[in-house]
């Protein structure tokens, strides 16, 4: 495969010439831009008058959340996650994933700790904390990676990138890019959209002040390898980061059956 070095920093960041013409193929300027936002993304960073972002929902009917009358997030009215709906043509789908390691270090982090609070405490996204009357990160960790425990979003528990897939197991989004270059990805999206991205960043994890590798024991490196092994081998992951220096994963050609929890 062809590579043409973009260098856009130290490390050597690269677009192949087959990508480029994907992106070419894709037609950017002439189609609207749906955004699929996986929790803990940095979905606020792709702004843009051609982007409409759809927000935290799934492919699918019926999956489960847990509601407010239970311990859910006070927006959970319903015990079900609202599903995808794409209303123009033609359009692209987009999302961005992200180290399971980092993403659930977030995930955490998000708001305040929680203390035992009797009323709701936006601690951990959606609450997550609260729902589950978690303290510490290690007793999240746990928690996430016991297959006998519930899970404010069942489907998040199972597969962090589960909103990407439909009914029929097929990945929708046609682009998926790498959370850990989303500012070099941005410069190469804006060569090809009508109206460029707004770069900005919002940090929501204000409790997360260090590397997130410095929040886990050896313990916890195992449980989250073992329990996300998808995530890891199959989009290029490592506890360290990214194994690869691409940016983009195009028409992603593997398929994921929700009720059998499997990649294949």
């Not at 492919?59 to 319903?78: D, I």
């Not at 609260?130 to 979003?153: A, M, N, S, V």
């Not at 691409?246 to 028409?251: C, D, E, L, T, Y």
């Amino acid at each position: 495969m062809s590579e043409k070095n973009i260098s856009l920093n130290e490390n050597s960041l690269f677009i192949t010439t087959e990508e480029e013409e994907i992106l070419k193929e894709l037609d950017l300027k002439k189609r609207v831009v749906y955004f699929l936002h996986i929790p803990k993304t940095s979905g606020t960073s792709l702004t843009s008058k051609q982007i409409v972002n759809l927000g935290h929902c799934f492919q699918m009917t019926n999956c489960y959340r847990t509601p407010v009358w239970l311990r859910g997030y006070p927006g959970f009215t319903t015990p079900t996650c609202p599903m995808y709906h794409y209303k123009f043509q033609p359009n692209i789908k987009i999302s961005i994933i992200r180290n399971p390691f980092d993403l659930l270090c977030s995930y955490y982090h998000q708001g305040p700790a929680y203390n035992h609070e009797p009323k709701f405490i936006h601690s951990g996204w959606s609450g997550v904390n609260f729902t589950h009357k978690l303290t510490t990160f290690k007793e999240f960790i746990q928690y996430y990676c016991d297959e006998t425990k519930g899970w404010h979003i069942p489907l998040l528990k199972q597969f962090l990138f589960s909103q990407l897939f439909d009914i029929n197991h097929q990945c929708v989004p046609e682009i998926i890019i790498k959370y850990e270059y989303i500012n070099e990805a941005v410069d190469i999206l804006n060569k090809y959209l009508y109206f460029p991205i707004q770069k900005k960043w919002v940090n929501k994890s204000n409790r997360k002040s260090k590397h997130y590798l410095e929040y886990y024991d050896e313990e916890m490196i195992q449980l989250v390898e073992k329990k996300c092994y998808k995530e890891l081998n199959y989009f290029g992951y490592d506890k360290n980061g990214s194994k690869d220096k691409q940016m983009f994963i195009f028409h992603f050609k593997h398929k994921y059956d929700p009720m059998k929890n499997i990649i294949y």
